[in-house]
């Protein structure tokens, strides 16, 4: 079971938390503006990654915020933590946040 | 005499007691201490079971959890493993997967017509003529497999979870463990060390752990999973009292793997006849039990450790007939052997005899490339033939893990590779054997059947087979020949047949690799998993404050997701159709009180409260007045509804809205998501405030009079009070907001009061309507009365796939979620589903809810919608319904066939309205 | 092809088994094919086999990164049935499943098809009309569906646990008499000798590592073994299908996630029909070896790994008791997951992409079994007529612009 660092509560069992699934989907400002295709793709096109997702969580047994967290779907290994509206960090990332 | 094999000393047992048990219908002795395996062979108990397909009569091979065939049903409880099992007083076994006894089984029939079943027989035949298949060749070949008969009764047991967090958890209480314990335990970790045996190390042991205030020991618990984040499970077997087992959750720091090894079967002609043992076992029932697995013993190996195996028989005074051992230059090892004992270097066992207990085996002299036998057979009398093929770290864990596995050749075995970040691995475990290399021979080449899986039969002809037709791939091989997938999980031979599959497909072992190792590592019972979460407690229940009430007043409940809600309320001797008429009638006529607490209430506050809710639903908020109320519907950024409900403005900052019982906690979840991910710019906050706030609603036209005697200070005339508005009041003396809301239809006002004063509030309602006729109405009313009105019910007339302009919702042209999406082609356009009134050619006739909907009676029109909820109208005084029809709103007045139970009913289509369609009631 | 049958089986016998050929070659893939299937999967293998018999098109390879058939085909819980609720679904699904009934004599494989009952249960009024629904739904597509009331479901299934006093009692459930389990590994291997008899050639080991185009044309891949040109390329790798599709630079609505399964030790038969519940969640049948065979939800996290959490197992275990509480001494034995890539609408996507030349059969998410001839037939239609079988057109990646989804989140019946 995964333990997920929430960045307020500490370290806590998947079991307290909803997926968000992908993080860094803004809705767009003026939806009328985009065609049916265009409007489809935010509604419903991801990336999927096998490697490296950044991708959101809420506690929602504890604190009830939301976050992003930069994990591997392959390894299951998490990278980092980070705010909502902040972005991904890059780079090296050791030991576990 | 009774146990005629148990030593006069030694192993550790209470020979000062004794437990009787029954195996079969025969009664034995034993000792605490004792398993049901040492038990059984302290008797002289040597035909334990029957193998999974051949049915060949079997017998106790190992001593722990690699026991691939002496299974037994105790009590009502099938599969169990005889070496797992703690022998107490009063257990009665039966031996199961034989009829009609074990000693005659008819299934051995399989064992004669073994040619004809193969690895994937299966597969080859019983095609045609497909009814032959399924009731005849199905069915048999159901009832020849399986193994024991699932339990018949209840369980009696109860089954804990327990959680638990450590620096660091040790598995395997062995000499390795405890001292990775005492060495973490002495720097001050918090240390768990779990063992599967009910009690670990010796004395010294024990002391040096007891003096480690952080050390938690678990003796009788078995780690069988490792999942990410090294969080590990285990299942305690709990010694006395009403709890069986007890299923840890460990959440470790680190992780220490003292896990031991396993070790292996020789793959020889006859290797399964009970008396075939485990060299290492041999031994085990030897110290630990005091327990000798016969009393002519041949030991056959091919590596140093079954020397020792040799040394103690002869110590226990057991005639060891030979040593034969596959390696012509055994190790240093070889040299403990006793001077008289017959040696066999460079020699294999290539045949047994002794169907129901091993009397004799034959050994060759092995050719020099191993590929074959010469010279002369020598035939052996024994009843035991302790064998070691080797040993394999046991690494399930570790590869749970993620841990990598290499072969080590010189070893013969996989050894833990690379170690994931907080693993180690100690002692066997890490492959740290300190021995001379064994000879990893995998088939003794003569002639007769080899087993390489004793729990499926799997032969090393089925591996050689698999490989022929291409099942070169170990997994394919794996499943194709079900080698491996036994509830041992094929530990004992599980590398022979990759050794054998390697050969076949000439490759080496390294290169055809492993299977993967999956939870659990030992079968864990259903029950011990489930833990409490049984019955009521599997989901919690939610009552409203007035619960108790209805219960008293005879309310027939459903099931709302957790909630209980009362349904109806029938008199003595009503009927469901009966007590639901009477109660819609009372509230059309005269007065009904309706139990409302489970709606979902959220206040919603904030600067930006009104713009944030704007945002969301189809309809504007920042234009309501405080204290007035509005309907409002949100739907998902797919345009499809999601929910409803009414808000109400208490201020400028500060509205109160409500959802549906079922989706009370996603809309909160909704809202604080988009504030929190998209919006953060908004100043807004939300507050669940279901649970604060029961809700009574008082429905009928006498229903100002009965409020007006109980909230004397409220102005309750039209003007003062008009219909979609909120005052603040005392009713029954009760802090109050009374909400002039009517999903009824008829003048209706929902009293709010603080939930611990719910219950008062309803009495007072029930005792001041006494007067009028005020009755309880339940759900089953309320959907009338609302389906009357036409208004629509989430989850009922909405699937997740109908929009606002389906269900006929005008829909602001200001931005909300879900407007783009009610662009889209699919979604504007005409044939669309769209909600219409449905009436019944016959009006005494209800359509069932659900009824497929076709626009002509003939057998291939398409299906045009369905009905989506349907009743009997007792004010209306006929049956209507409403539903969703392709192009509806354009078909008022045609006639549509509703399709339900392989009948047709006409419907008239109409205007979802059947009752005040002015809304004059309402209005009051 | 060796023919099978209860007589070669003696014949073979009697010569201990030494003449049986492999089942399939494991031919060098060439230079060059008229259509590449990227996955060895159900679909993919019945896809191929579907191109050669109906459409005679036979220079086709199947290229899995692995062995075949040790995807989602080797780990799902075999379930096969057609109820499902929307008209183009069932439509679809029940071509598959009259596939499924003449399959084993048709690929002359016994792919161990068992129609012994699919039970969807209803524990609230929800349910019931839900239910009802899709039993009404069901028969307007000639697909058998029936209602059964708890007294005719005891009667059905004896050992369910149907009394009032369960924390979710049971109040009906619809039944499909014709649905039931079939053998996933044969499935595959059936597939695959079938097809490889035909001409077609499965090459194993081989990853697919770049698609190549040229002006909006697919010209072939890169794979692990080689170059491969192809005038045709399908994907249907499930679980995969984002990580293929975004070598030709298209991104599609899916989500990769683990989907977890278990079996029980084996048992002498006890469960004789295929029991699935929505709201206490978990589904169960018992496999021909006596195993119970036990699945439910999706873990929620996106993921790779094939494997998942433990509190999935701890949910679908309490509500296998809930069902059967008689379960609670039988003991779980092997756990495992697959990937599913799920969709908005729990309904697969099949059709063309907007590359020339590419096409797509994948977002089965957690259903794609029972869907394995169906969606190998009709996709192999799409392939060779390059354009839309008739069955398949609804499910074009189109209709998430258009908004035409075909939710079957209930019918799907494994929470997401």
């Not at chain 2, 109405?777 to 019910?793: I, Q, S, W």
Request: proline share 6%; hydrophobic share 45%.
């Amino acid at each position: 079971m995964l333990l997920i660092p929430c960045p307020w509560c500490g370290r806590r069992d998947e079991a307290e938390f909803r997926y968000g699934g992908e993080a860094h989907i803004a809705r767009p400002a003026d939806p009328a503006a985009r065609d049916d295709a265009a409007w489809a793709d935010y509604l419903y096109l991801r990336d999927n990654p096998k490697g490296l997702i950044a991708e959101r969580w809420v506690h929602s047994a504890g604190c009830r915020r939301w976050f992003n967290l930069l994990r591997d779907t392959v390894s299951h290994r998490i990278l980092a933590v980070y705010k909502i509206g902040e972005a991904p960090p890059r780079g090296e990332f050791g030991g576990d946040p | 005499m009774s146990q005629p094999f148990r030593l006069a000393s030694g192993g550790r047992i209470e020979r000062s007691r004794v437990l009787r048990f029954e195996f079969d219908g025969r009664h034995y002795e034993g000792h605490p201490g004792d398993t049901l395996a040492s038990a059984l062979l302290a008797n002289g108990v040597r035909l334990v079971g029957r193998s999974f397909k051949l049915h060949r009569p079997r017998g106790i091979l190992s001593a722990g959890p690699e026991e691939p065939s002496a299974l037994v049903r105790i009590g009502d409880e099938p599969n169990c493993r005889v070496t797992r099992v703690a022998l107490q007083d009063g257990l009665r076994a039966v031996s199961q997967h034989a009829w009609p006894s074990l000693r005659h089984d008819f299934g051995a029939l399989a064992d004669r017509c073994a040619g004809l079943l193969p690895a994937g027989f299966y597969y080859k035949t019983f095609m045609r003529p497909r009814a032959l298949w399924e009731h005849v060749w199905e069915p048999a070949l159901r009832r020849m497999a399986g193994l024991g008969r699932a339990p018949e009764g209840p369980d009696p047991s109860r089954y804990d979870h327990a959680h638990a967090h450590c620096d660091v958890l040790v598995v395997g209480g062995g000499p390795a463990g405890i001292a990775a314990a005492v060495a973490a335990g002495a720097q001050g970790a918090r240390v768990i060390l779990a063992e599967t045996l009910p009690e670990f190390g010796e004395v010294a042991d024990r002391d040096a752990l007891a003096a480690l205030p952080e050390v938690r020991l678990l003796s009788g618990t078995t780690v069988f999973g490792l999942y990410d984040g090294n969080y590990a499970v285990a299942v305690e077997e709990c010694a006395a009292g009403r709890v069986r087992q007890r299923l840890w959750h460990i959440r470790a720091g680190r992780v220490v793997l003292a896990t031991g090894a396993q070790e292996r079967m020789l793959v020889f002609p006859g290797n399964d006849r009970p008396g075939v043992m485990l060299a290492g076992a041999v031994a085990t029932y030897l110290a630990r039990y005091g327990v000798a697995a016969g009393r002519r013993a041949v030991v056959f190996t091919n590596n140093d450790s079954a020397y020792r195996v040799a040394a103690l028989l002869e110590q226990a005074q057991i005639a060891v007939a030979a040593i034969v051992d596959l390696r012509r230059e055994p190790g240093p090892a070889a040299r403990q052997r006793g001077h008289g004992t017959p040696f066999f270097p460079g020699h294999a066992v290539v045949a047994t005899a002794g169907r129901h207990a091993l009397r004799r085996v034959w050994v060759q002299r092995l050719a020099e490339d191993g590929g074959a036998v010469e010279g002369a057979r020598i035939a052996l009398d024994c009843d035991l033939l302790a064998v070691s093929g080797g040993w394999n770290p046991n690494l399930q864990l570790f590869a749970q893990a993620q841990g990598r596995l290499v072969y080590d050749g010189r070893r013969a075995a996989f050894v833990p590779a690379e170690a994931p970040p907080g693993i180690d691995c100690v002692g066997a475990a890490a492959g740290e054997f300190d021995e001379t290399p064994p000879l990893p021979l995998w088939l003794v080449p003569a002639p007769g059947r080899a087993f390489v899986d004793l729990h499926n039969d799997v032969t090393a002809d089925d591996i050689a087979l698999a490989a022929r037709e291409g099942m070169t791939a170990i997994e394919h091989t794996k499943r194709y020949t079900t080698l491996g997938m036994g509830t041992d999980q094929g530990r004992t031979g599980n590398l022979a047949g990759i050794g054998l599959l390697s050969q076949a497909a000439g490759r080496s072992l390294a290169a055809t690799g492993i299977t993967t190792f999956r939870p659990p590592v030992v079968p864990v019972g259903f029950g011990a998993i489930a833990g409490r979460a049984r019955g009521r407690f599997s989901d919690p229940v939610r009552e409203t404050p007035m619960h108790d009430w209805h219960e008293a007043a005879g309310a027939v409940f459903e099931n709302v997701g957790q909630w209980r809600r009362p349904r109806y309320y029938p008199l003595a001797g009503e009927t469901m159709d009966q007590a639901v008429r009477r109660e819609c009638l009372a509230a059309r006529d005269r007065a009904a009180l309706f139990d409302a607490s489970t709606l979902g209430k959220i206040e919603v506050s904030g600067r930006d409260a009104a713009r944030f809710l704007d945002r969301l639903y189809i309809n504007r908020w920042d234009d309501l007045a405080v204290g007035r109320c509005r309907y409002g519907v949100m739907c998902r950024d797919d345009g499809m509804v999601f929910d409803d409900g009414v808000g109400t403005r208490l201020g400028d900052n500060r509205f109160l809205v409500t959802t549906t019982t079922g989706n009370a906690a996603a809309v909160l979840d909704w809202f604080e998501e988009w504030l929190q991910t998209e919006w953060p710019e908004l100043e807004v906050f939300c507050t669940s405030l279901t649970e604060e706030w029961a809700n009574a609603t008082l429905v009928g036209p006498r229903s100002r009079e009965i409020l007006a005697a109980l909230a004397p200070g409220l102005a309750l005339d039209r003007a003062a009070f008009p219909f979609m508005a909120m005052r603040e009041a005392a009713v029954a003396g009760l802090p109050a907001r009374l909400f002039r809301i009517s999903f009824s239809g008829e003048l209706s006002y929902e009293i709010n009061v603080p939930a611990e004063c719910g219950l008062a509030l309803w009495e007072a309602l029930i005792a001041a309507g006494r007067d009028y006729g005020l009755v309880p109405y339940g759900t089953e009313a309320m959907h009338v009365l609302r389906a009357e009105k036409g208004y629509f019910m989430v989850g009922q007339e909405t699937d997740g796939t109908v929009t606002p302009l389906d269900l006929g919702l005008a829909v602001k042209t200001a931005d909300f979620l879900g407007r783009r999406s009610l662009l889209r082609s699919d979604l504007a356009r005409p044939g669309r589903e769209q909600l219409v009134g449905l009436l019944p050619d016959d009006p005494g006739e209800v359509v069932a809810e659900g009824a497929a909907l076709i626009a002509d009676a003939s057998a291939s029109a398409p299906l045009a919608g369905h009905v989506t909820s349907s009743y009997f109208g007792p004010r209306i005084g006929r049956s209507f319904a409403l539903g969703l029809v392709a192009g509806g709103r354009a078909r008022h007045g045609e006639t549509v066939w509703a399709a339900a139970d392989g009948r047709l009913t006409p419907m008239r289509v109409a205007a979802p309205v059947f009752y005040d369609p002015q809304g004059r009631r309402r209005d009051g | 092809m060796q023919r099978f049958s209860l007589i070669a089986l003696a014949g073979h016998a009697l010569g201990r088994h030494r003449a049986w050929t492999p089942l399939w070659r494991k031919p060098a893939p060439r230079p060059r094919y008229a259509v590449v299937i990227v996955g060895g999967g159900g679909h993919g293998l019945a896809t191929a086999y579907y191109l050669a018999k109906e459409h005679g098109i036979t220079d086709v390879a199947v290229l899995d990164k692995g062995p075949i058939g040790l995807g989602n085909t080797g780990r799902n819980t075999t379930i096969v049935r057609s109820n499902y609720l929307r008209s183009d679904s069932a439509r679809l699904y029940e071509h598959s499943l009259r596939l499924w009934e003449g399959l084993s004599a048709e690929l002359n494989f016994n792919l161990m098809l068992s129609r012994r009952g699919v039970l969807n249960l209803a524990h609230n009024l929800a349910d019931i009309r839900e239910g009802r629904r899709r039993v009404n739904a069901n028969r307007r597509h000639g697909i058998d569906a029936e209602w059964l009331d708890p007294a005719a479901l005891a009667r059905f299934c004896p050992i369910l646990n149907v009394s009032d006093t369960a924390r979710h009692p049971i109040l009906g459930a619809t039944l499909q008499r014709r649905g039931g389990v079939a053998r996933h590994d044969a499935v595959a291997w059936g597939y695959a000798r079938a097809a490889d008899a035909r001409g077609v050639d499965i090459v194993e080991d081989c990853e697919v590592t770049a698609i190549r185009t040229a002006n909006g044309r697919v010209t072939g891949v890169e794979t692990s073994r080689g170059a491969i040109a192809a005038d045709k390329v399908a994907i249907t790798a499930a679980g995969h299908n984002s990580v293929v599709a975004a070598m030709a630079g298209l991104r599609l609505p899916l989500q990769s996630h683990p989907l977890q399964a278990l079996v029980s030790e084996p048992l002498k038969p006890v469960l004789d029909c295929v029991v699935m519940s929505n709201a206490v969640h978990v589904y169960v049948s018992q496999s021909d070896k006596g195993e119970l065979v036990v699945g439910a939800g999706i873990d929620a996290f996106n993921s790779y790994a094939q494997r998942g959490s433990f509190p999935v197992i701890e949910a679908q275990s309490a509500a296998l008791l809930e069902l059967f509480p008689m379960f609670s001494r039988v003991r779980m034995m092997r756990s495992w997951a697959g990937i599913v890539d799920v969709s908005p609408d729990a309904s697969p996507i099949i059709g063309k992409l907007p590359v020339e030349g590419l096409y797509l059969n994948g977002g089965w998410g957690t259903g794609g079994f029972k869907a394995t001839p169906g969606a190998g037939h009709v996709f192999a239609h799409t392939i060779a007529r390059d354009e839309p079988h008739p069955l398949a057109a609804p499910f074009a990646l189109g209709r998430f612009a258009s908004g035409a989804l075909i939710d079957e989140h209930s019918a799907a019946a494994v929470a997401h």
